[in-house]
């Protein structure tokens, strides 16, 4: 069974003090993980998917990579706006009634303070 | 383009009483979701369906029921409504493009069972 696992479950930083969030992950045959951004009363936003080990992607003072058994977020410089719920899910490669299903983590919640 | 529409945004249930979760997109996309998340969970994947006519089981499907008769919709069925239903629900849909498997979110229904 696919599983995801967030750390740390809460995060509070200074107005530009950098920092990392980390998404551990178990899958079998891994097609695609996915950041997402959750402010309250919302529902996720989509960040960036990588799809192999060695990937990185980049979004403002956003910048996430991927290993073959994890994925940072690497926040850089962060902004109050920046506060919020970041959510990490997996979805295994294609097969039988698998495909496309997304597992989440249990996110990160972000408070930066001015 | 309004995305993926949820109805009601949010409902207060007697325990025993039966409500349809509407979900709704315009974007033409292939696979439907719905998930539920609880306060300091992640999300937990109810039902699914990757084309109208087509549903299946996710993690959580005990006491819902979905149906997909067209593309553009996907309602989610409490029967028998129990305080463990009480959640936030969101519908997310998503493309089965082979380089873009990003979902997109509704905004949430946010259901209290008493």
């Known amino acids: 069974e696919d599983q995801v696992t967030q750390s740390p479950e809460a995060l509070r930083l200074q107005e530009g003090e950098s920092s990392s969030l980390n998404c551990s992950y178990t899958?079998?045959?891994?097609?695609?993980l996915f950041w997402y951004r959750q402010d309250p009363g919302k529902g996720p936003e989509f960040l960036f998917t990588?799809?192999?080990a060695g990937e990185e992607k980049e979004k403002e003072r956003l910048k996430a990579t991927l290993t073959k058994k994890e994925s940072f977020l690497h926040i850089t410089a962060p902004k109050p706006e920046d506060s919020a719920t970041y959510l990490c899910?997996?979805?295994?490669?294609?097969?039988?009634?698998?495909?496309?299903?997304?597992?989440f983590g249990q996110g990160t919640i972000l408070t930066v303070h001015p | 383009n309004a995305g993926v529409t949820q109805t009601p945004k949010f409902r207060i249930l007697k325990i025993g009483q039966s409500m349809t979760l509407q979900c709704t997109q315009d974007?033409?996309?292939?696979?439907m979701y719905w998930y539920r998340q609880d306060p300091g969970m992640g999300l937990k994947l109810i039902y699914y369906?990757?084309?109208?006519?087509?549903?299946d089981k996710g993690e959580v499907p005990n006491g819902y029921n979905v149906s997909r008769s067209t593309t553009e919709d996907f309602p989610l069925r409490l029967e028998l409504a129990a305080p463990s239903q009480t959640s936030v629900y969101f519908c997310?849909?998503?493309?089965?493009?082979?380089?873009?498997?990003?979902?997109?979110f509704g905004q949430g229904t946010r259901l209290t069972v008493v």
């Open positions: 997310a849909s998503g493309v089965t493009d082979l380089m873009n498997t990003e979902a997109f």
């Open positions: 899958v079998s045959g891994l097609r695609g």
């Open positions: 990588l799809y192999s």
């Open positions: 899910a997996v979805q295994a490669r294609a097969g039988g009634t698998s495909y496309g299903k997304l597992t």
């Open positions: 974007m033409n996309h292939n696979y």
């Open positions: 369906s990757v084309g109208a006519g087509i549903t």
